[in-house]
C-alpha cells in the first residue's frame, strides 16, 4: 500500500463526521479517490492541501456546531494557500483576490474593518463550515480533482446536515456551488445565493448581497448564537 492511500485511510476525522461518514469512508468511490491521489504522488505531483488537513473543515467544525455552511469549489492551488478551510488561507500569505471581495462586501455589511491576513478559522470555530466541494487539488492546475469522487463525499456531508438538523443557513455564492442547494430543503433551512465573489463576477451581484446580515437574522430569529464575523488581526 502507498504512503499517500495508507494516511488516508487512517487520517484522522472528527467523531461526530466519522459515525455519519464511514460507509462513505470505506466506499469503493473513496478506495478509487485514494489511489488517484497515490498515483498522483507517485508521479511527483504536489497535491494541495497537504494530508493532515484535507479534513480541516470538518474537524474544525463538528456535526453538531454547524450553524452556517459556505460552500467553495477546491482549494487554493498556490503553494502555501490552502489549509482544509475553503475561501480561507494560512496567515502568512497574502489575502486572495475572492476573499479581499469576501471583506469589502461585509465592510458593506456589517462592522467589520479588514483584517491583514485571510485566515478564517474563527469563524469554523464558531460553526461556519467552510466546506469545499472538492478537497484537494494540484499544484497551480485549478479544478484539477473535479470529477474524482469528492463531489460525492461533500454530497453526503451536505445530506447529513440536511436530513439531521433544522435551521442551517446553506450559502451558495456562484454556479458550481449552487448545484448542491438541489440537496437542501428549503422548509427546513434557509438558502442564500448570489454570484460568486471572484473578481470576474463580484460585480455582478456578490456585492450587496447582504448574506452577513441575513445569516445572523435568521440565527437570531432561531434562538442560534450570531456569527461574529470580525477577524482578530
Not at 493532515?52 to 456546531?65: E, G
Not at 482544509?84 to 462586501?105: A, H, M, Q, T, W
Not at 491583514?116 to 484537494?136: F, M, P, R, Y
Not at 439531521?164 to 430543503?185: C, H, P, R
Request: net charge neutral.
Amino acid at each position: 500500500m502507498g504512503q499517500t492511500e495508507s494516511e488516508l485511510s487512517e487520517i484522522e476525522l472528527e467523531s461526530s463526521w466519522r459515525k455519519r461518514l464511514q460507509g462513505d469512508l470505506d466506499s469503493q468511490y473513496m478506495l478509487e479517490l485514494r489511489n488517484f491521489l497515490r498515483e498522483q504522488k507517485t508521479l511527483g505531483k504536489t497535491i494541495y492541501p497537504a494530508t493532515d488537513k484535507i479534513f480541516a473543515a470538518l474537524n474544525t467544525t463538528s456535526f453538531d456546531a454547524v450553524k452556517v455552511v459556505i460552500l467553495g469549489q477546491d482549494p487554493y492551488h498556490g503553494p502555501g494557500q490552502a489549509h482544509g478551510l475553503c475561501f480561507s488561507v494560512r496567515p502568512d500569505v497574502p489575502v486572495p483576490p475572492s476573499l479581499r471581495n469576501i471583506y469589502k462586501e461585509l465592510a458593506a455589511d456589517v462592522k467589520f474593518l479588514p483584517p491583514k491576513h485571510g485566515c478564517l478559522n474563527e469563524w469554523a470555530q464558531q460553526g461556519v463550515l467552510l466546506l469545499n466541494s472538492v478537497l484537494t487539488v494540484e499544484q497551480s492546475l485549478a479544478s484539477s480533482h473535479k470529477g474524482k469522487g469528492w463531489e460525492k463525499f461533500t454530497d453526503s456531508v451536505v445530506n447529513q446536515l440536511n436530513a439531521e438538523t433544522k435551521n442551517i443557513v446553506f450559502v451558495l455564492w456562484g454556479n458550481y456551488a449552487q448545484k448542491k442547494g438541489e440537496l437542501i430543503d428549503r422548509q427546513r433551512h434557509l438558502v442564500l445565493q448570489s454570484a460568486h465573489p471572484s473578481p470576474l463576477s463580484a460585480s455582478r451581484g456578490f456585492y450587496g448581497n447582504h448574506h452577513f446580515t441575513k445569516i445572523n437574522e435568521y440565527l437570531r430569529t432561531h434562538d442560534k448564537a450570531v456569527i461574529d464575523w470580525q477577524l482578530s488581526g
